[in-house]
């Protein structure tokens, strides 16, 4: 029987699926407009189609790998619902006090109120019971106290609750027991504990991170076994970049929040590895955002900082930066009378004007397809445009404005450019990275767009189109090896670390033999949090497996003292006066999963000849024919000049004046400003 893996990733307007036959090595590529009143809907439609281009049945998919936005989509849109907490007595004002966090800057801190609370202080309740912060009981667990909130929530119908008890990640018999509580006096309450959702200190980003898992619970819990029941194998994507099984994902939702994303990025990471490029800038634009990300030596860049909306999250995950700026964002004048673009977006539904499904506003699709720079339709004629539609969109916005449609049209182009500009140097300049030293892999159906504006803004050496460029998060999943993160807490000059090391590694071994791989393939990845005695945050560093002995801990230290230096420029190796202090280690368990293997294209070149003209406009108010190229029909080292316009299924490239695109050995374009030093 035939081995179909399938790759399927939700976005905001259209759902893409990827399929390899394991048997073959044929790879196939579809889409299917997203539907997000009911997102499996999108998805299944998607699992029929792709199998149609196979000629498969269902029961030969061995596998499926989902990047799902649900959660994320739950936590941006605020939808958290009737949630409970239950933490330490004495610490029932967790959440008001939060941290000192100004988001932007000192000089704006009068005018800055926090957030409000993720749980409202009525539906916050306290349990006696206290430990040290080296989990030494101080004083019993109230059982009875327990007991008697957890009927109290059962009578409020509060049916979501996470619990968090002070210092539970060095002992987690208190949030244990009050879980037991709560399957005897609330048997139908989704229950999330910080123990097992982050075993971490820092009290109100540890609660937060729980409360946010408890939140999307019950939603992944529907989602997921609405889906997952009628395929094979069911993997979800994990923002740390691995996937882990759709049983194992619900019991913490938390770390799907950028699950495409995630995958776009490692799907890039690949293609840059096969161009010859190890490090790269990722750039994924789709329908309502784009996100990016960079990849330095083959790997995208880890963070524990970061945040969904307005909740941080410390869990681990691909450090990505997302802007409003995807072809649904929405141009709009603002009270002074400029022009703005996003990050509110039209989405799937109504979407764009051309869609002709009810929009009433211009958007960055709208602009390109005004100035020719898309086709009238899009799949390959699968989604016609009504170009007409954008046509008095754009005509009506310019009139507001007192410009012409063409300049109007060119400025929300030239707005989203910058705003994704602006995203990019987020994740190089902000972190100390000339943008200048990296290509860009620009993909998603609109990031190829602006990619030759971004290299003109930027400074960046080249920009690579990957094949498929609308479908590389879908292909992304398909690469991604199973990946569970499992994290410790120290805070301490002592460095007995051996058995939290074994620890952690059997805990990850146990979850990789459930997820059904044999012991030999086990991957173990160590790394640790550390920081100079005195010092309020930590660096983060890989250590080396072996034994934990002396060498390893020097090893460990030196690395350290090298990256505080990287990042902050100075370190203090050489001074004993500074002691190294251990905060946290961490053990990530790996089980590999084959990757679709990348062909190269034979030596032969084609006529380069173009499938046809277009009327495109480029500069300001210059309209000319411009040459339509299919990409299918593009060989190794073909070169193109710009003007041109270069068509796919999924994604358009414009190339510009003064831009060439050649083809490389494995099908990707690769665009450079012509005269330019490669």
């Given at each position: 029987?035939?081995?179909?893996?399938?790759?399927?990733?939700?976005?905001?307007?259209?759902?893409?699926?990827?399929?390899?036959?394991?048997?073959?090595?044929?790879?196939?590529?579809?889409?299917?407009?997203?539907?997000?009143?009911?997102?499996?809907?999108?998805?299944?439609?998607?699992?029929?189609?792709?199998?149609?281009?196979?000629?498969?049945?269902?029961?030969?998919?061995?596998?499926?790998?989902?990047?799902?936005?649900?959660a994320?989509?739950?936590?941006?849109?605020?939808?958290?619902?009737?949630?409970?907490?239950?933490?330490?007595?004495?610490?029932?004002?967790?959440?008001?006090?939060?941290?000192?966090?100004?988001?932007?800057?000192?000089?704006?801190?009068?005018f800055?109120?926090?957030?409000?609370?993720?749980?409202?202080?009525?539906?916050?309740?306290?349990?006696?019971?206290?430990?040290?912060?080296?989990?030494?009981?101080?004083?019993?667990?109230?059982?009875?106290?327990?007991?008697?909130?957890?009927?109290?929530?059962?009578?409020?119908?509060?049916d979501?609750?996470?619990?968090?008890?002070?210092?539970s990640?060095?002992?987690?018999?208190?949030?244990?027991?009050?879980?037991?509580?709560?399957?005897?006096?609330?048997?139908?309450?989704?229950?999330s504990?910080?123990?097992?959702v982050?075993?971490?200190?820092?009290?109100?980003?540890?609660?937060?991170?729980?409360?946010?898992?408890?939140?999307?619970?019950?939603?992944?819990?529907?989602?997921?076994?609405?889906?997952?029941?009628?395929?094979?194998?069911?993997?979800?994507?994990?923002?740390?970049?691995?996937?882990?099984?759709?049983?194992?994902?619900?019991?913490?939702?938390?770390?799907?929040?950028l699950?495409?994303?995630a995958?776009?990025?490692?799907?890039?990471?690949?293609?840059?590895?096969?161009?010859?490029?190890?490090?790269?800038i990722?750039?994924?634009?789709?329908?309502?955002?784009?996100d990016?990300?960079?990849?330095?030596?083959?790997?995208?860049?880890?963070?524990?900082?970061?945040?969904?909306?307005?909740?941080?999250?410390?869990?681990?995950?691909?450090?990505?930066?997302?802007?409003?700026?995807?072809?649904?964002?929405?141009?709009?004048?603002?009270?002074?009378?400029?022009?703005?673009?996003?990050?509110?977006?039209?989405?799937?539904?109504p979407?764009?004007?051309?869609?002709?499904?009810?929009?009433?506003?211009?958007?960055?699709?709208?602009?390109?397809?005004?100035?020719?720079?898309?086709?009238p339709?899009?799949?390959?004629?699968?989604?016609?445009l009504?170009?007409?539609?954008?046509?008095?969109?754009?005509?009506?916005?310019?009139?507001?404005?007192?410009?012409t449609?063409?300049?109007?049209?060119?400025?929300?182009?030239?707005?989203?450019?910058?705003?994704?500009?602006?995203?990019?140097?987020?994740?190089?300049?902000?972190?100390?990275?000339?943008?200048?030293?990296?290509?860009?892999?620009?993909?998603?159906?609109?990031?190829?767009?602006?990619?030759?504006?971004?290299?003109?803004?930027?400074?960046?050496p080249?920009?690579?189109?990957?094949?498929?460029?609308?479908?590389?998060?879908?292909?992304?999943?398909?690469?991604?090896?199973?990946?569970?993160?499992?994290?410790?807490?120290?805070?301490?000059?002592?460095?007995?670390?051996?058995?939290?090391?074994?620890?952690?590694?059997?805990?990850?071994?146990?979850?990789?033999?459930?997820?059904?791989?044999?012991?030999?393939?086990?991957?173990?990845v160590?790394s640790?949090?550390?920081?100079?005695?005195?010092?309020?945050?930590?660096?983060?560093?890989?250590?080396?497996?072996?034994?934990?002995?002396?060498?390893?801990?020097?090893?460990v230290?030196?690395?350290?003292?090298?990256?505080?230096?990287?990042?902050?420029?100075?370190?203090?190796?050489?001074?004993?006066?500074?002691?190294?202090?251990?905060?946290?280690?961490?053990?990530?368990?790996?089980?590999?999963?084959?990757?679709?293997?990348?062909?190269?294209?034979?030596?032969?070149?084609?006529?380069?000849?173009?499938?046809?003209?277009?009327?495109?406009?480029?500069?300001?108010?210059?309209?000319?024919d411009?040459p339509?190229?299919?990409?299918?029909?593009?060989?190794?080292?073909?070169?193109?000049?710009?003007?041109?316009?270069?068509?796919?299924?999924?994604?358009?490239?414009?190339?510009?004046p003064?831009?060439?695109?050649?083809?490389?050995?494995?099908?990707?374009?690769?665009?450079?400003?012509?005269?330019?030093?490669?």
């Open positions: 029987m035939r081995r179909i893996r399938i790759g399927i990733d939700t976005g905001g307007t259209f759902t893409d699926v990827v399929a390899v036959d394991e048997g073959s090595g044929e790879i196939v590529t579809t889409k299917t407009p997203s539907t997000p009143a009911d997102p499996a809907e999108g998805f299944m439609t998607g699992v029929r189609k792709v199998l149609g281009l196979l000629n498969a049945d269902r029961d030969e998919v061995s596998s499926v790998s989902h990047g799902t936005t649900v994320t989509n739950q936590l941006l849109e605020d939808r958290i619902g009737d949630l409970g907490f239950i933490t330490t007595e004495g610490f029932e004002f967790l959440l008001e006090i939060a941290r000192q966090s100004v988001p932007d800057g000192y000089g704006n801190s009068y800055w109120v926090k957030p409000p609370r993720i749980v409202p202080v009525h539906r916050v309740r306290a349990v006696g019971g206290r430990l040290s912060h080296t989990g030494e009981e101080l004083r019993p667990f109230d059982r009875e106290g327990a007991a008697e909130i957890a009927r109290w929530f059962r009578d409020q119908g509060i979501t609750i996470g619990v968090c008890f002070l210092h990640y060095a002992n987690a018999a208190h949030e244990l027991a009050m879980r037991e509580v709560l399957r005897s006096e609330h048997p139908g309450a989704v229950v504990l910080s123990c097992e982050l075993r971490e200190y820092r009290e109100y980003e540890r609660s937060v991170t729980t409360l946010v898992d408890a939140a999307v619970k019950p939603t992944m819990i529907r989602y997921l076994g609405n889906i997952g029941s009628e395929l094979g194998t069911f993997y979800v994507m994990k923002s740390n970049g691995g996937v882990l099984s759709a049983e194992e994902v619900v019991h913490q939702p938390i770390t799907t929040v699950s495409g994303p995958a776009g990025a490692l799907g890039a990471a690949l293609v840059a590895n096969t161009a010859g490029a190890g490090s790269v990722t750039l994924d634009g789709g329908g309502t955002s784009t990016v990300a960079v990849v330095i030596d083959g790997e995208p860049a880890l963070t524990t900082e970061g945040s969904i909306g307005r909740f941080p999250s410390k869990i681990p995950m691909i450090d990505i930066v997302t802007v409003g700026a995807g072809g649904g964002s929405i141009a709009w004048i603002s009270p002074e009378g400029t022009l703005k673009v996003g990050p509110g977006s039209a989405g799937a539904d979407g764009p004007l051309c869609y002709g499904r009810g929009g009433t506003e211009v958007t960055v699709t709208d602009a390109h397809a005004y100035l020719g720079r898309i086709p339709h899009l799949l390959g004629g699968e989604v016609p009504d170009v007409g539609a954008a046509r008095a969109g754009v005509e009506g916005l310019a009139a507001r404005l007192g410009l449609p063409e300049r109007t049209a060119a400025g929300i182009l030239e707005i989203s450019a910058f705003n994704q500009a602006n995203a990019i140097r987020q994740v190089t300049v902000k972190r100390g990275l000339d943008v200048r030293d990296y290509p860009m892999v620009a993909f998603g159906g609109s990031g190829p767009l602006l990619a030759c504006r971004l290299l003109d803004i930027l400074g960046l080249a920009a690579i189109i990957p094949v498929n460029p609308g479908n590389l998060s879908a292909f992304g999943l398909l690469t991604v090896d199973v990946k569970n993160d499992y994290v410790q807490t120290l805070v301490t000059t002592e460095l007995d670390l051996g058995g939290v090391l074994a620890d952690l590694e059997n805990l990850a071994r146990r979850a990789l033999i459930r997820e059904g791989f044999a012991e030999e393939t086990h991957g173990l160590r640790a949090d550390l920081r100079y005695f005195g010092q309020a945050f930590e660096v983060r560093v890989g250590a080396p497996d072996g034994p934990v002995d002396e060498a390893f801990r020097s090893q230290a030196g690395r350290f003292h090298d990256e505080h230096e990287r990042l902050y420029g100075y370190c203090y190796r050489d001074d004993p006066r500074h002691t190294v202090e251990w905060v946290n280690v961490r053990v990530s368990g790996i089980g590999p999963i084959r990757r679709p293997e990348l062909t190269e294209l034979p030596e032969t070149r084609s006529a380069g000849r173009a499938a046809g003209y277009r009327s495109v406009c480029f500069d300001e108010a210059a309209w000319r411009t339509v190229y299919r990409r299918t029909d593009l060989s190794r080292g073909d070169l193109i000049d710009g003007p041109a316009i270069i068509e796919e299924y999924g994604s358009t490239l414009p190339l510009h003064g831009f060439s695109a050649e083809t490389d050995a494995y099908g990707n374009l690769v665009i450079r400003q012509i005269g330019a030093i490669e």
